[in-house]
Nanobody, 121 residues
Framework: QVQLVESGGGLVQPGGSLRLSCAAS????????MGWYRQAPGNQRELVAT???????NYADSVKGRFTISRDNAKNTVHLQMNSLKPEDTAVYYC???????????????WGQGTQVTVSS
């Protein structure tokens, strides 16, 4: 099986910073595009940022200039550096990855369990 495990969430004051991490493990042949999504209570899950193996990035307009996504292909990990945090950023953040499984030899989409980020004074 393939697993994605997130870490780094917590409580932070407005204007503060937080760094999220996600590691993929299991029967992996190749990790393709990775990304972060978030979901607040009562809202739909929305895209935050994505990054390809080659390093091409895409950000939601609401986080441009404040968040930075990065990855380490050798470790199958992805990170999200979150600066200048606002109360509106409060949500559960989910790691997402498109992975080629060694057994089924097909690209599939996987999700982590989520990590809570709360921005409040």
């Amino acid at each position: 099986q393939v697993q994605l495990v997130e870490s780094g969430g917590g409580l932070v004051q407005p204007g503060g910073s937080l760094r999220l991490s996600c590691a993929a493990s299991g029967s992996i042949l190749s990790v393709r595009t990775m990304g972060w999504y978030r979901q607040a209570p009562g809202n739909q899950r929305e895209l935050v940022a994505t990054i390809t193996r080659g390093g091409s990035t895409n950000y939601a307009d609401s986080v441009k200039g404040r968040f930075t996504i990065s990855r380490d292909n050798a470790k199958n990990t992805v990170h999200l550096q979150m600066n200048s945090l606002k109360p509106e950023d409060t949500a559960v953040y989910y790691c997402n990855a498109r992975i080629i499984n060694t057994l089924i030899l097909a690209e599939r989409e996987y999700w982590g369990q989520g990590t809570q980020v709360t921005v409040s004074s």
